[in-house]
């Protein structure tokens, strides 16, 4: 049950920058950093070690209650399915990612899509699968992940019992230890300062979502592709036709 809740988690967590982060360690306006920035009373409550630690500049303090900001804003935007607060707090790199599976949903025949990560292919498929046709050609990676927040793909069960438990920052990149309903996760969440502001970036948990979900897919006894089929019918409610495997054109834009 465990494991299982930790691939859910991750499968639909692909999401994450806040609104506010605190000067980057580089600037000198250290007073003004910390003097403004208060962790909200959603975030978990930061360990000793981050609150009191004379060794520790108070910019770096700074940045790790600025990252625990950066989590909070991310949780509330998925409980609350805003998908485009939700886009403005992820890392360049998740939309990135969004973008290759657009792509590969646009063009890549069943060879191509057949290679890809077992993770990949379950969002590609459900791209072709659960979006109309007409409206995914007008999309792109960022739209997808909007998409994903305001259709439950990114769900809200993958963030409610998630915590972050601890943080370390270092030159612009940070990663947090997390309790998953109750119990450390076996990864740590990345965050990356772009632009000022720290933002959630979910490719960090991608490697572990794929050899988790392959662990699940070998559980289940069933070929990877009869078991993405059986996730697919699961979610979507509807059978799945074999045109999933064949490029749905183009995107506009």
């Known amino acids: 049950m465990q494991r299982q809740s930790l691939i859910a988690m991750i499968l639909v967590a692909m999401t994450g920058a806040c609104d506010k982060a605190a000067t980057p360690p580089q600037a000198s306006s250290d007073n003004s950093s910390s ?5 909200p009373t959603s975030v978990a409550k930061a360990s000793p070690a981050e609150t009191a630690t004379p060794t520790q500049p108070d910019e770096d303090k700074a940045q790790r209650i600025a990252v625990r900001e950066c989590f909070s804003a991310y949780r509330k935007a998925v409980l609350d399915a805003e998908g485009k607060t939700s886009a403005d707090l992820v890392t360049a790199s998740t939309l990135d ?18 290679a890809l990560p077992l993770t990949d292919r379950l969002i590609v498929l459900s791209i072709r699968h659960r979006i109309p046709h007409e409206e995914a ?40 230890a997390m309790m998953v309903n109750g119990r450390e996760a076996p990864f740590r969440f990345r965050f990356e300062l772009q632009d000022e502001k720290w933002r959630f970036d979910l490719t960090s948990v991608m490697t572990f979502a794929d050899t988790a979900f392959k662990a699940a897919a ?25 045109s999933v495997w064949e490029p749905i054109g183009e995107t506009e834009g």
């Open 97 to 114: 990612i969004y973008q290759k599976y657009m792509d590969h949903a646009m063009a890549s025949d069943r060879k191509t899509i057949e």
């Open 218 to 242: 070998q559980q289940s006894g069933q070929e990877e592709n009869e078991f993405l089929n059986t996730m697919l019918e699961a979610v979507s409610r509807k059978p799945v036709a074999d």
């Open 137 to 176: 050609r007008s999309m792109n990676g960022r739209t997808l992940f909007e998409y994903a927040v305001e259709h439950g793909w990114i769900g809200k069960s993958s963030v409610i019992g998630t915590k972050v438990r601890t943080v370390e920052v270092a030159d612009g990149h940070a990663s947090a």
């Open 35 to 39: 003097s403004n920035t208060t962790a």
